[in-house]
């Protein structure tokens, strides 16, 4: 299986571009969200969601956009980039998320952006 | 508010000892559920226990364990024999009844020395 995968691994932005950062996974999960992790902050939650055709907003959902059209593909828009958005970005995915607290997240295995 | 708190920033051990990582939460949630993940330098998230706040006992994964005491708010971990490849951030994580967010500490970077 190959579980959860990101793309690109690295990316290079101006201030101003967009671009898409891809999500997958082949587990069949119904959870996916977004982190970001920036150092001394740990991971923050961006967006989430918990089904096909259903996206919530996290903790810092500003400047992103998602959507959730199959089970499979959850990525993640940056509709115009600013430099605050240099960080590490991970997908997650799990079973189930609401109710069923002891699904673990599964991670990709990053994609690291610059906003220059 | 919910949050979770990891106040040490950095450990050090020397291998084959054991070794606790603290963390703290805050919820007014009766039924939660506490995660703790391992990134090695590699960058890669790895799940490595799960406790729920209703379980009587504490969770055990191998040379891993987590010692709740709930009264307390406090989910630490225990590393048992610690090797060189424990040396990696760990982070601690909280997911509310009936949420979907999992809420993250800052971490504590792990060092094992020989």
């Known amino acids: 299986n190959a579980g959860v995968t990101q793309t690109p691994k690295f990316q290079v932005l101006k201030t101003g571009q967009s671009m898409t950062l891809q999500c997958a996974q082949d587990m069949n999960h119904e959870y996916m969200s977004w982190y970001r992790q920036d150092p001394g902050m740990g991971l923050r939650l961006i967006h989430y969601s918990v089904g096909a055709g259903i996206t919530d907003q996290g903790e810092v959902p500003n400047g992103y956009n998602v959507s959730r059209s199959t089970t499979e593909d959850f990525p993640l828009r940056l509709l115009s980039a600013a430099p605050s958005q240099t960080s590490v970005y991970f997908c997650a995915s799990s079973y189930s998320g609401q109710g069923a607290n002891n699904s673990p997240l599964h991670f990709g295995n990053g994609t690291r952006l610059t906003v220059t | 508010a919910q949050k979770i708190t990891q106040t040490q920033p950095g450990m050090f051990v020397q291998e084959k000892e054991a070794v606790t990582l603290d963390c703290t939460y805050d919820?007014?949630?009766?039924?939660?559920?506490l995660f703790w993940y391992k990134q090695p330098s590699s960058g890669e998230m790895i799940f490595l226990i799960y406790?729920?706040?209703?379980?009587?006992q504490n969770a055990t994964e191998g040379r891993y364990s987590l010692n709740f005491q709930k009264a307390r708010k406090s989910a630490n971990l225990v590393i048992s024999a610690s090797q060189l490849g424990d040396s990696a951030m760990y982070f601690c994580?909280?997911?509310?009844?009936?949420?979907?967010?999992?809420?993250f500490g800052t971490g504590t970077r792990l060092q094992v020395f020989p």
């Open positions: 919820t007014s949630d009766q039924s939660y559920g």
């Open positions: 406790q729920g706040s209703y379980d009587e």
């Open positions: 994580a909280m997911i509310p009844h009936n949420t979907d967010k999992l809420i």
